[in-house]
């Protein structure tokens, strides 16, 4: 099983999780999983968590917690998946002691995790966030991590059967039906 995959990006508070979240939710009777990537770090940490949490419940989503380590997360198969969000992820995997640690190791674990949710559920939606407009000149880590994070949007991007941008609360497609926009 090789399900449809879209990658929605956007910038903070675009309204792009609502977005992807409301994909599944149209993606009919499918079982539903999220992925939630954000490590979790002080008590705001946890009670943003459990709040989300909560609200995930009432629309039917059970939670995976994966920070780092995509290939080793136990997603159910054949279901609806949502993962959020793929800037966390990338950091994670960059910057956390139990990530990958360098660049290259980081966009293949990913990588191979999206791949291996891919290969097993009936729809996939990634979240990912647009955080190359603040400016092009950045060093060390910043730089590290933005060029890391394009590659794997790229990389995702091609496997997509669909892309978006949400813009305001819109979604601009790049990509949709194997038709490409310009």
């Known amino acids: 099983m090789s399900g449809r995959f879209t990658l929605v990006a956007g910038g903070a508070a675009s309204g792009k999780s609502e977005f992807a979240e409301r994909l599944i939710l149209e993606s009919g009777p499918l079982p539903r999983h999220y992925i939630a990537t954000m490590e979790i770090f002080d008590e705001e940490c946890r009670a943003r968590v459990a709040r989300h949490r909560a609200m995930r419940a009432t629309k039917g989503f059970s939670t995976v917690e994966s920070p780092v380590n995509l290939p080793g997360a136990l997603v159910p198969p054949g279901g609806a998946v949502l993962l959020e969000c793929m800037t966390n992820l990338t950091a994670n995997e960059l910057f956390s002691p139990n990530g990958a640690g360098s660049a290259k190791a980081a966009e293949a674990s990913i990588l191979a ?18 955080v190359f407009s603040g400016g092009n000149q950045y060093a060390g880590d910043t730089d590290t991590y933005l060029r890391l994070l394009a590659r794997v949007n790229r990389a995702l991007a091609a496997r997509a059967d669909e892309v978006c941008e949400v813009v305001c609360g819109l979604p601009v497609w790049y990509k949709s039906e194997n038709e490409v926009f310009v």
């Open 113 to 130: 995790g999206v791949d291996k949710i891919l290969s097993t559920c009936a729809r996939l939606v990634i979240v990912t966030g647009e």
